[in-house]
């Protein structure tokens, strides 16, 4: 079946240092892949996405590129901020908005 | 637009007791999917309605069930409740056909 796998952290980073967070998938087909985040005590919000390889889904300074060739989509930002600490979640769905399938999450911790 | 509505925010209940968790989701999606995100386990997919019916189901036991209604409301139900149900649960719907899912901030269930 699908699968997603990320580097689980903790990260902790400094302010404005350089983000990458892994993320690999096992699909069949051509999945959708996604980037959502999850501040403390609230649900999943949608940060980014990607429907077809090679598209390069960007939001508030972050960047992921669906990489079909190494099943890959790899979450990036140049520089952090303190608020962007977060759990991060990477997904992927079929190109019916179904079978959604997360990776386990990797915590972000950013110091001022 | 409304996002997606769960209620209630916070339940304590007792162990062997049961449960009913509400989800609205944004109006006119017709998908309602729910997941379970504890510490150890991360987010795992409990089930998906679309138009009243069961579409997908995860690997949960049978104490756990949902139902959707005609306006798309969605509820799940955990009977004889453990411990170990202790979670935050998260509902997410989409409009189907899209690849895009919006998640509600969640219902944190505490048995005790």
């Known amino acids: 079946g699908n699968s997603v796998t990320q580097m689980e952290g903790p990260v902790t980073l400094s302010e404005e240092a350089f983000l990458t967070i892994n993320c690999t998938y096992t699909a069949t087909g051509y999945p959708s892949l996604f980037w959502y985040v999850q501040y403390p005590g609230e649900g999943l919000q949608l940060l980014l996405k990607a429907t077809k390889a090679d598209d390069k889904g960007s939001n508030k300074g972050f960047e992921a590129t669906y990489r079909k060739e190494t099943t890959s989509f790899h979450l990036e930002k140049g520089s952090v901020q303190v608020s962007d600490s977060a759990v991060y979640f990477c997904?992927?769905?079929?190109?019916?908005?179904?079978?959604?399938?997360f990776g386990p999450g990797t915590r972000l911790s950013v110091l001022p | 637009k409304a996002g997606v509505t769960q209620t209630p925010r916070y339940l304590i209940k007792t162990r062997g007791q049961q449960v009913t968790l509400s989800c609205s989701p944004i109006s006119g999606h017709r998908s309602v999917s729910w997941y379970q995100q504890t510490p150890g386990q991360g987010l795992q997919f409990l089930f998906e309605y679309f138009s009243e019916t069961q579409r997908n189901k995860g690997n949960f036991p049978g104490r756990f069930s949902g139902r959707q209604f005609s306006n798309s409301r969605s509820e799940m139900n955990v009977s004889t409740l453990e411990l170990g149900d202790s979670a935050l649960y998260l509902c997410?719907?989409?409009?189907?056909?899209?690849?895009?899912?919006?998640f509600g901030q969640g219902t944190r269930l505490t048995v005790v």
């Open positions: 997410a719907s989409t409009l189907g056909g899209t690849t895009e899912a919006f």
């Open positions: 997904a992927l769905a079929d190109n019916y908005g179904q079978n959604f399938v």
